[in-house]
């Protein structure tokens, strides 16, 4: 493990690389913040968002939390969500989960952590609603496939909000996307469930949710 000092050292020697590979990049940085994508995440240090997607800074707003769920009485979650898509004008909104999510895996041994258990009520509500699309597999089969229901219900939750509904109202173009990151190879997986207004919510998850199968790792 790397000392604090040690990490001090390692960001002057990346800040002079991008200089050295961009001149003016932080000056230009410090400027403007236009990025066209909200990233809904885990708080998993294994996947970081801009680097996963190949973007340098300044191209990907980020929200993360345990299990990347977007709770409607959130004001954390919801301050980003409003910022992101009102002021920044964001294009898409990406919700990403991952297999071998600790916090789905939680939720579904039922395990009793800390002041965690009760965030996690909201991953054992998905798991509850989705019985039997659980029931039958491995368990190891069941936190992967609960991970791909989570990312699903949380796009559901965010286009119920009335951030999300307002800008589709005013005709703003915004999509929210559902996607899965796996940490064995390192490559994401579209769960097939983007939405760009509202009449196509409940269509578009019940097709995602009768493909995941299809996307299993």
Not at 59 to 67: G, L, S
Not at 96 to 125: F, K, M, P
Request: a negative charge; proline letters at 4%.
């Amino acid at each position: 493990m790397a000392e604090p000092s040690e990490l001090l050292a390692n960001n002057r020697a990346w800040a002079a690389a991008r200089i050295a590979e961009e001149p003016g990049f932080f000056d230009r940085l410090s400027r403007q913040q236009t990025p066209a994508y909200l990233w809904v995440g885990c708080s998993d240090s294994r996947v970081p968002a801009n680097e996963i997607v190949g973007l340098p800074p300044g191209e990907v707003f980020v929200h993360r939390n345990i299990a990347n769920v977007v709770v409607h009485s959130d004001l954390n979650a919801l301050s980003v969500l409003e910022y992101a898509v009102d002021a920044l004008r964001v294009r898409h909104v990406i919700v990403t989960g991952h297999y071998g999510c600790g916090g789905v895996r939680a939720a579904l041994e039922g395990s009793r952590i800390g002041l965690v258990d009760n965030w996690l009520r909201h991953v054992q509500d998905v798991a509850r609603v989705n019985r039997p699309l659980l029931e039958g597999l491995p368990f190891e089969r069941q936190v992967d496939r609960l991970a791909q229901l989570n990312v699903i219900a949380q796009v559901e939750n965010l286009c119920r909000t009335t951030i999300v509904q307002d800008a589709w109202r005013r005709g703003q173009v915004l999509s929210v996307h559902g996607w899965i990151y796996g940490l064995r190879d390192g490559l994401l997986g579209d769960l097939g469930v983007t939405v760009t207004q509202l009449d196509e919510l409940d269509e578009h998850v019940a097709k995602a949710q009768a493909g995941l199968g299809l996307l299993d790792p």
